[in-house]
């Protein structure tokens, strides 16, 4: 039988309506407390490029012909324009790569602050802590550029 | 500031104004928030993929271009951080069954049903579409229908009272808020949908999980 869908008695979607809403709650305080805290990162230096996340060994498909490295690692991509952050990230901890490669630092961030920072070797290499729980970014700092990556939980 | 435009409000963020932030919290949380319900994720993953997007709204804040679209952005951040939790499978030893919070959720997906369970995913992504399109209407007509749908309804003297409007015109703007939510494009691929699943793809979490 085919019933048409919303109901067209307003009292009928009005009860659907109520169900629905009954059946997830209201937002729980934490989540608001959390959304508005989220306000503080806001950006003030324009300068900082952002860089999207292109792939995460979690979620995307391998694209082809490339070796997965070691067994547990997840990978995942960044980039801004021309440059490009790679990391491994493992229960000891992130190990990434800078592209290109100028020397500076990378710090590690979670929403309540810095977590670790570590400098960036000659070849773009960087090894940082394991992040804890929950939304991570990471901002490199160069000669030639500022970075932070989009936030994502790493583990 | 609850009548004000989200292209206003997110202007007004972009320049600092916390107070237009805090608007934009308390508008969109619920629609993030019933989107993350609508995935099995653990307590603490679901505060996580909540945190998430509101950290990438913020970052995201000046590249917005069309605010008007904002919900559909943030309906879209969310399935894909949930999806991404979901396939990290941490913590999921850690969810608790007894949980209260989680029960509301799970209630109607273990309740026996006479439906097949195409029905019965096909009527959860309907209600999950309602709460998405209600967390898009107007802030009044989330004031009324919320106090419509309440359980017990209060009188519509009490409703008349508390929303500051002749008990006359509460009919009627149920119905203009109802015609709204029935337009809103989150109903839209279930619109005239019989009870057999045709093309909701996409919407729940149970379909986007196996994408």
Redesign the interface.
């Known amino acids: 039988?085919?019933?048409?869908?919303?109901p067209a008695d307003?009292d009928v979607?009005?009860?659907?309506?109520?169900?629905?809403?009954?059946?997830?709650?209201p937002?729980?305080e934490?989540?608001?407390t959390?959304?508005?805290a989220?306000?503080a990162?806001?950006?003030?230096a324009?300068e900082v490029a952002?860089a999207e996340l292109m792939f995460?060994s979690?979620?995307d498909a391998e694209p082809a012909g490339l070796t997965r490295s070691a067994g547990s690692a997840?990978t995942l991509s960044f980039r801004s324009g021309a440059v490009v952050l790679e990391v491994e990230v493992t229960e000891a901890g992130i190990v990434g790569q800078l592209f290109p490669p100028g020397g500076g630092r990378v710090s590690a961030q979670t929403?309540t602050g810095t977590y670790d920072e570590a400098p960036v070797d000659e070849v773009g290499f960087f090894s940082l802590d394991a992040p804890p729980?929950?939304?991570v970014?990471l901002r490199a700092h160069t000669e030639g550029y500022v970075v932070?990556t989009?936030?994502?939980?790493l583990? | 500031m609850t009548g004000r435009s989200a292209t206003s409000l997110v202007s007004a963020a972009v320049g600092g104004d916390e107070s237009a932030w805090a608007e934009l919290v308390r508008r969109y949380t619920p629609l993030v928030y019933s989107v993350i319900r609508s995935y099995d994720l653990s307590g603490a993953d679901a505060s996580d993929v909540n945190q998430t997007v509101w950290l990438r709204l913020v970052e995201h804040l000046g590249r917005v271009r069309d605010p008007q679209a904002l919900a559909a952005w943030l309906a879209t951040t969310t399935r894909r951080e949930c999806y991404r939790l979901s396939r990290l499978g941490r913590r999921t030893q850690l969810v608790d069954p007894y949980d209260d919070a989680l029960d509301a959720y799970h209630g109607f997906s273990r309740a026996p049903d006479a439906a097949g369970p195409d029905e019965e995913l096909l009527r959860a992504e309907r209600r999950q579409a309602l709460r998405e399109g209600f967390a898009q209407l107007p802030p009044r007509c989330q004031e009324l229908l919320s106090l419509l749908t309440a359980d017990p309804p209060p009188s519509y003297r009490e409703i008349a009272e508390r929303l500051g409007m002749p008990v006359g015109s509460i009919g009627p703007t149920q119905a203009r808020c109802l015609r709204r939510l029935r337009e809103c494009p989150a109903l839209a691929p279930f619109l005239g949908a019989a009870a057999t699943r045709t093309n909701g793809g996409d919407r729940g979490g149970a379909v986007a999980a196996g994408r």
């Open positions: 039988m085919v019933e048409p869908w919303p307003d979607l009005t009860a659907e309506l109520g169900a629905a809403l009954r059946e997830v709650g937002v729980p934490e989540f608001l959390a959304a508005r989220a306000f990162w806001r950006d003030v324009a952002l995460d979690a979620c997840r929403a729980p929950g939304p970014r932070a989009t936030w994502v939980a583990r």
